[in-house]
């Protein structure tokens, strides 16, 4: 399904919401949102403006669900840690946690029109196991609308980078042996599957709509494209760990 994302901001929530999330960065409260953007177009220019002043772009995180767009949020370089380090919310409370099978840009991709796309793959990313982390900037009636999330770098608050995948040959990455535990939660013990099918289809589709939104895709950058379990809401004091088969461990411990 194909998006018109050319940046149209709404007069009255493009401009304001981009200024409220910066607010919200630099005074560690979350900011009031009364009203979503119109649309997809209005959404990703708040994304642009943000990431203007928060720069540079370290990746992005996409996703394809059955009859819906796909959708798109830029990483910074600022939120992406180690494995094994420590993350506190920005304003205290729970984080979100996902375990992800990520894909860093090792090459420069081919062109999105070109037939072998995917089958080229092979010689231009390296899976890689990481855990996202999620929180909102926002507050208020509009804060939950899937626009204003959107807007909000699909609500993004970190990146946990962990081993790549061993031995790979370039083939499908539809799944695989996973597991997730937080504190005495086990969250993910088994096949896993990867949201949209194969990652590499879901990079290719990213790649064709992304165009020059925040930069584009470059060597260096990590794309991830969805949780392997239900998003999971953990407490200060958490440690977390994941794990896919061929990778091994990534962990993280909310502060």
């Given amino acids: 399904m194909t998006q018109d994302i050319r940046p149209r901001p709404d007069p009255d929530t493009a401009p304001a919401l981009a200024r409220s999330i910066l607010e919200a960065f630099a005074t560690a409260h979350r900011a009031g949102c009364d009203a979503a953007p119109v649309d997809a177009a209005a959404a990703y220019a708040v994304q642009a403006a943000v990431a203007a002043r928060r720069g540079p772009v370290a990746g992005f995180k996409t996703a394809r669900k059955p009859g819906q767009p796909q959708i798109m949020a830029p990483i910074m370089a600022g939120d992406v840690i180690d494995s094994g380090t420590s993350m506190a919310s920005l304003f205290g409370g729970p984080l979100g946690i996902e375990l992800e099978l990520g894909l860093r840009i090792a090459a420069p991709l081919p062109d999105p029109d070109d037939q072998d796309f995917v089958k080229a793959l092979g010689g231009c990313v390296e899976p890689l196991a990481v855990i996202e982390l999620v929180d909102t900037r926002l507050d208020g009636p509009a804060a939950t609308d899937p626009l204003s999330k959107l807007a909000d770098a699909q609500i993004n608050a970190a990146l946990v980078i962990g081993p790549t995948l061993r031995g790979w040959d370039g083939g499908p990455l539809t799944g695989a042996m996973a597991r997730m535990t937080a504190g005495e939660d086990t969250l993910l013990d088994g096949p896993a599957t ?23 895709l470059k060597p260096g950058q990590i794309v991830i494209t969805g949780s392997l379990h239900p998003l999971t809401y953990v407490a200060p004091g958490t440690p977390v760990d994941g794990w896919i088969d061929g990778c091994g461990t990534v962990s993280v411990r909310i502060d």
């Fill in 194 to 216: 990867v949201p949209g099918g194969d990652a590499r289809e879901t990079l290719h589709a990213l790649a064709a709509m992304i165009g020059g939104h925040c930069g584009g």
